[in-house]
């Protein structure tokens, strides 16, 4: 069910269709929109489509919103690629497969929701590369997780991380979950699991490195409420509160260092070396 987008070029029956809004052939195929008119702002997809085709809204740079229908399946390649003024799209939860490029150059969408349906997304299929930022929000088993998408440079990172995302047995997530080697999907993806997960020693270990290096920056900043905030899942371990209760102490960012004592002696507790000191 590919049809290129030259294929009825020409043809009486194309020219007759091209007066209409919308193309839809076979199983519920787009095969244009409107392409007398590359100067409207809003497309709303009509129910019954299932596959964007191939190129459809390629270079509509005045297209600011697309309403997509429930039903939809399949985003093909290079449906939206180009689409610089588009700035909203919502993925409908039928959604299951997005193209190579299909929204490669969309400068404007700088947030997109993909729906826990989504089984494959193909090479620079998000918007995002080369571009930054740009975020894409993931529906998981354990909530929304941000992932930046400006580095997706190839199909093996992101079927591991959409494998992931649908994975239930913990052990198996663990093992995939080691296997992404970008940063920036653990960070946002570490804390989802150690909540998910609390007896997987190693989401644990992993929240607690991001929540020290956090509540570091955050000390450098002077964010005294994301301190607090931070402090508040108990993750900061004995090992771990005594430098960041040093370097708050040497940034002269007294408050939090009032805070980081306070949780010390209240939730992490004293060495019995410490605690003759104190006496």
Known sequence: NYIWPEAFTGTPWYEEQR???????????????NPMDRERTHVTVPEGVKYLGLYVFEEHRQLRSVTLPEGLL?????????CTSLQTLKL?????????AALFGCDSLMHLHIPHSVRRIDVYGLPGYPHEPKTAVFETPWGDVAVPVAHWEN???????????????????????RSIRKTEYKQSLGARLAEAFPEQRYYQSYL?????????????????????QLLNLRAVTRQNIDPLISAAHAAGQHEIYAML???????????????????
């Open 155 to 177: 199909n093996a990172n992101e079927k591991r991380f959409l494998d992931l995302l649908h994975e239930e047995d913990p052990h198996m997530i663990e093992q995939l979950f």
């Open 208 to 228: 607690r490195r991001i929540v020290k290096l956090a509540i570091a920056r955050m000390t450098d900043e002077g964010d005294v409420s994301g301190v607090e």
């Open 92 to 100: 409908p939860s039928s959604l299951q497969t997005v193209e190579a």
């Open 261 to 279: 004592v306070r949780y010390k002696s209240e939730t992490v507790g004293y060495t019995p070396e410490e605690r003759k000191l104190l006496l």
């Open 19 to 33: 007066q209409q809004e919308f193309v839809i052939l076979g199983d519920g195929i787009l095969y244009a929109c």
């Open 74 to 82: 399949e985003l093909r390649m290079a449906c939206f690629r180009h």
